[in-house]
């Protein structure tokens, strides 16, 4: 009876009533839990804006647009504040971070703490640690390809080594050492456990108070524990070094918010940053660079194109770095912008919410065009609108041309690209990023040529064309909806470029 009657109210009765969706999703948040354990919430999202529209009900409260005008008019608005399902990655996480605190002068107090590692000044003097990590890798790289059994390499892995060495030596002047040392990597594993962990909790709230979260929390503790313990032993290392012995996230928290025994940190804010820091920094560029690699091995004239102004603008693999050349590299901010769009690393929706106070205060809120209920989750799924036909033509077709504005005219696309989202919630590590890609791909087109590999793994990253609907584009590198994303590949034969490997001896 008590069931009959809550289908009843969410079906007929609720404010939502008519906007369409899928029939489950409007009278339980389990239809988006259920597609959040199986990593596909962003396809189903999509999927479903074809099937019912522009506005799409997906979940009893809940709200998804596939708009530009409803970026706008959600993440620019400040009257629209992060959902309270924020707070329930806080059974997942080490405490209030930037990532889930909902207030927000705490947000604007946390984002200029942050804000201030990745000025410009700050990266200029952090590059030479990124050149350095780099170059680990192109070392690797060549180390396979000098190989008496030379293997293909995954490039999911060997980006996301490279990634969480470079986010420690941003944070706390340390790398982890990741690219070389095996015994490291099991961080990436926690990351990727917490990260499953908060999207499933923010898209099923309901977990958070059922026993079933106790049930993820097993699975995921023991992964956890041993991530926060070596960010213990990291934070102790730098503490034992002096606040001004490097210029890091360390350096900056520590001495903005006056930390200055190491025994009080687990309770500061620098303990809850730095955790969350680790998990956003490293998985980011890694996800960025690998689609960008599965897209260029599989789009000849763009790889070509590519390489040719790499090659053309700089004199040697030394002179790729900050400054007018490397953003004078048009095409490759054209690529990387292309790989964001197809391969957004968080594809979901990141959730908003209204409240009766805001109405009282300022009148209704419109998204849209749509007047919103008080109480009602709104988001645009960042998968579904850079896949939106309306702004993106050929929206499955890896094309760098769209950016550039002597070619095609970017304005109506730059409207509906939010990778980063876009606002005050914006992610801070932008500029960090974009320098880290382009550096990295530059260098890699500079020292060596690739190609997908032409054994059965070379396949294991895209769709599988014998399945219909999500995962049957075989040209789609495949993105698994973890709040981030997981991947696989793609996995590369490389090849050194002429005699240029040999500089990689001097570096």
């Known amino acids: 009876m008590f069931g ?4 009843t109210y969410y079906t007929f009765l609720h404010p939502l009533k008519n906007y369409p969706g899928p029939l489950l999703a409007r009278v339980t948040d389990a239809y988006a839990g259920y597609h959040a354990i199986m990593m596909q919430l962003h396809l189903v999202a999509w999927e479903d804006h074809q099937k019912y529209g522009r506005i799409i009900r997906h979940g009893p409260n809940k709200l998804v647009f596939n708009s530009a005008e409803a970026l706008k008019d959600i993440y620019l608005n400040e009257r629209v504040p992060k959902s309270h399902v924020y707070l329930t990655t806080l059974h997942a996480t080490t405490g209030e971070n930037i990532f889930c605190t909902i207030d927000k002068r705490t947000h604007r107090s946390r984002q200029r703490l942050i804000g201030t590692v990745f000025n410009d000044r700050f990266l200029q003097q952090f590059e030479p640690t990124i050149v350095k990590e780099i170059n680990v890798l192109l070392g690797l790289i060549l180390a396979s390809c000098q ?3 030379a293997q293909p390499l995954d490039m999911t892995k060997r980006f996301q080594y490279l990634t969480l060495d470079i986010i420690g030596q941003l944070a706390f002047g340390y790398s982890n050492h990741v690219q070389i040392r095996p015994i490291n990597r099991f961080l990436l594993k926690g990351m990727k456990a917490v990260n499953y962990h908060i999207n499933v909790l923010m898209q099923f709230p309901a977990l958070a108070q059922s026993g079933l979260v106790s049930l993820m929390n097993i699975f995921t503790a023991r992964q956890q524990q041993k991530n926060l313990d070596s960010l213990r032993k990291i934070i102790k290392k730098r503490t034992d070094q002096g606040i001004e012995a490097k210029q890091d996230l360390y350096h900056v928290v520590t001495k903005q918010a006056g930390i200055y025994d190491d025994k009080n940190i687990e309770m500061s804010e620098l303990w809850s940053e730095a955790a969350f820091f680790y998990v956003a920094g490293a998985e980011t560029s890694s996800t960025t660079m690998s689609a960008l690699l599965f897209y260029l091995s599989r789009n000849q004239h763009c790889y070509q194109r590519l390489a040719s102004e790499i090659r053309s603008t700089f004199m040697d693999g030394g002179d ?25 690393p968080v594809p979901g929706i990141l959730w908003r919410e209204f409240s009766g106070d805001e109405i009282k205060k300022n009148g209704p809120l419109v998204i849209d065009g749509h007047v919103i209920s008080p109480g009602t989750q709104v988001g645009v799924c960042t998968y579904a609108v850079h896949h939106n036909e309306e702004y993106f033509p050929e929206p499955f077709m890896f094309k760098p041309e769209r950016w550039l504005a002597d070619e095609i005219t970017p304005s109506r696309p730059l409207q509906a690209f939010a990778p980063f989202s876009i606002g005050c919630r914006s992610c801070p590590g932008k500029t ?3 320098l880290e890609i382009s550096l990295t791909v530059a260098k890699i087109l500079w020292y060596f040529d690739f190609e997908n590999c032409s054994s059965s793994l070379g396949s294991l990253e895209g769709g599988n064309p014998g399945r219909s609907g999500r995962r049957g584009r075989a040209e789609e590198f495949q993105l698994y909806d973890i709040f981030a994303t997981t991947h ?4 590369l034969s490389f090849r050194p470029r002429g005699e240029f490997w040999k500089e990689l001896a001097t570096v």
């Open 147 to 149: 190989a008496f059994d």
């Open 432 to 434: 960090m990023a974009y």
């Open 320 to 344: 790729i770095r900050k400054g007018a050349k490397l953003v004078g590299c048009k095409y490759l901010r054209a690529c990387i912008d292309e790989a964001l769009r197809l391969s957004p």
């Open 4 to 7: 009959a009657t809550v289908f």
């Open 488 to 491: 696989t590949g793609p996995i």
